[in-house]
């Protein structure tokens, strides 16, 4: 035999009795450790070749893990199990009743050595790189980017929806939003399968299909992303996580509905308003002007009405970023706080805590605020509220749901509010919609035709010369949508279209009288120069902002 070969055999018996040392040691630690738990009182588990699934890895975050030593092994529905080096640990029974709070899911706690903390710890870095577990989900920039790139066109985010993990599914449909420029996401289960849906310039369009198959184990995912109970899957439920766009952290409100076929899954994205400036809105003439005049007011009450979805909150930010100033504090009531704003103190209203707009608005009186913002009035109580801080020195904003400007004031006689209170309280009401805006590269001219034509000029007969707003339909250039791949089927973005009731000797006879109706406030507010919502509508038309359909 010759010396190299003994050399060979002789280092491949070391490294084998080497292996067998390691092992015995191995061995020894583990039984240390499972006395060590028995004296304890913890159960014992070794973990070096468990199998783990990053469901149950990510109950955890890594930077937890590794500052408590602790982690999650083992998780479904209705129990989790963690790992710890030291399960006795003040830090470990506050992470275990944090995630039953959280999941109301049942935990348990198990002694390790240091052998399975390391081989597990490793597990970690096999993770995507998308979710990091702080208070809340963060979906990271980098995570979103790659998805958007590989986001084209619908057929692309189908393809890569089948192809998917159950892990990525959160952050796939939530890069798909931002590449198509959507406020909301819809998942919703029906007979067949399971729907995507996009709101885009408030449409919504449907986007991919999934199979009914995975419903379970998604519906299982979007809850534990928005933080909500897992195992409840009857009663709605309201969660939240955070995306990253840009370096900015974007947060998501998460909403569930149980349906026939299974629950709703409902994501709005609230990125932070862009462009709020109060000259930017599209209230125009004469209107912008009164409503300068309102905001700068030292008191009285200034209202945003409309429907869901028709840019109120805009609105009232927009009024806000206008007043915010180092002199002046402004407190807002919100349900929830959608936007956050610098120099602004924003509280949430909680119910589920017996903190509502009503008891809010008092504690907030008590604060000393020069301005106010509630985020709705639903109720008299909260309307008595408001009233009174407008009466007594304080600028309110708020919102309520009315068809029309006109219709607000019916509406909170209908509350119960007194009518000599409410008269001297109100400055103005805008009422409000968002129309979708004609795509500048591809609209298209167009002739009206006859019913259209007469049905402009009914609407625009009505324009009272006080608005100091002329209209000449011979004059008007009148467009449609085209369709390129810069648009949306010959839209892009939302334009608003307002009409904006100033409280005036008229209006507040009307309100002390016996009967208040609707239509003569209307006529009231009309006769002194305010441009109803569908004269601003065809009138933004003719200058080939828009539609008339849309209008």
């Known amino acids: 035999m010759s010396e190299s ?93 944090h995630i039953e709070e959280r999941t109301h899911a049942h935990g348990s706690v198990y002694q390790i050595s240091e052998e399975s903390f390391k081989v597990v710890m490793e597990r970690y870095k096999t993770l995507p790189k998308i979710l990091e577990f702080k208070d809340q989900v963060t979906i990271s920039e980098e995570g979103l980017k790659q998805f958007r790139a590989a986001i084209q066109d619908k057929a692309a985010l189908q393809k890569l929806l089948a192809e998917a993990t159950i892990t990525d599914v959160v952050a796939i449909v939530t890069a798909a939003a931002l590449q198509m420029k959507s406020s909301d996401i819809h998942v919703e289960a029906e007979e067949k399968g399971i729907v995507v849906r996009l709101r885009v310039d408030g449409i919504l369009q449907e986007a991919a299909t999934i199979p009914k198959e995975r419903w379970k184990q998604m519906i299982a995912r979007f809850k534990l992303v928005g933080g909500l109970k897992i195992n409840v899957d009857s009663v709605p439920q309201d969660g939240r996580f955070t995306i990253v766009e840009e370096g900015k952290k974007i947060d998501v409100r998460l ?15 609230l990125k932070p308003l862009a462009n709020v400036e109060f000259e930017g809105l599209g209230i125009r003439g004469r209107a912008f002007e009164q409503l300068k005049e309102q905001v700068t007011r030292p008191n009285g009450m200034i209202i945003a009405t409309g429907p869901t979805g028709s840019g109120k909150t805009t609105t009232l930010y927009s009024i806000l970023t206008k007043l915010n100033k180092p002199g002046v504090k402004i407190i807002t009531l919100e349900d929830p706080v959608e936007y956050k704003m610098e120099g602004i103190n924003q509280s949430q209203v909680d119910p589920s805590k017996d903190y509502t707009f009503a008891k809010g608005l008092k504690s907030l009186l008590r604060q000393d605020p020069d301005i106010c913002m509630v985020g709705e009035i639903r109720d008299l109580e909260t309307a008595e509220i408001a009233i009174q801080a407008a009466l007594t020195g304080h600028l309110l904003i708020s919102t309520i749901h009315t068809n029309s400007a006109a219709g607000a004031i019916p509406r909170f006689l209908a509350m119960g509010v007194k009518p000599f209170m409410l008269a001297p309280a109100l400055n103005a009401v805008i009422g409000q919609r968002l129309l979708r805006k004609l795509c500048e590269k591809c609209r298209k001219p167009l002739q009206l035709d006859e019913a259209a034509a007469k049905k402009v000029q009914e609407t625009m007969s009505a324009l009272s010369p006080a608005s100091g707003t002329t209209f000449d339909i011979a ?64 009138l933004k038309a003719a200058e080939g902002i828009t539609s008339l359909e849309e209008v």
């Open 255 to 269: 909403s569930t509905l149980p349906t026939v076929y299974g629950e709703s899954v409902v994501m709005r994205i």
């Open 5 to 97: 070969t003994l050399n060979i055999a002789s280092s491949g018996a070391a490294a084998a009795l080497q292996k067998k040392l390691q092992q015995v040691g191995v061995k020894q630690r583990e039984q240390a450790t499972a006395t060590q738990a028995a004296q304890g009182g913890f159960p014992y588990i070794d973990l070096t070749h468990f199998p783990i699934t990053q469901e149950a890895l990510l109950v955890v975050p890594e930077e937890q893990a590794t500052k408590l030593k602790t982690f999650c092994f083992f998780s479904t529905s209705e129990e989790f199990r963690l790992a710890s080096l030291n399960p006795a640990d003040v830090g470990v029974g506050d992470l275990l009743h």
């Open 475 to 538: 004059k008007a250039t009148w467009f449609g949508p085209g369709g390129c791949e810069a648009c949306n089927n010959g839209y892009k973005g939302r334009v608003g279209v307002y009409e904006v009731l100033i409280m005036n000797k008229d209006i507040e006879k009307s309100i002390l009288g016996e009967k208040v109706s609707e239509y003569d406030i209307q006529d009231l507010a009309v006769k002194q120069g305010m441009v109803t919502m569908a004269q601003d509508g065809i």
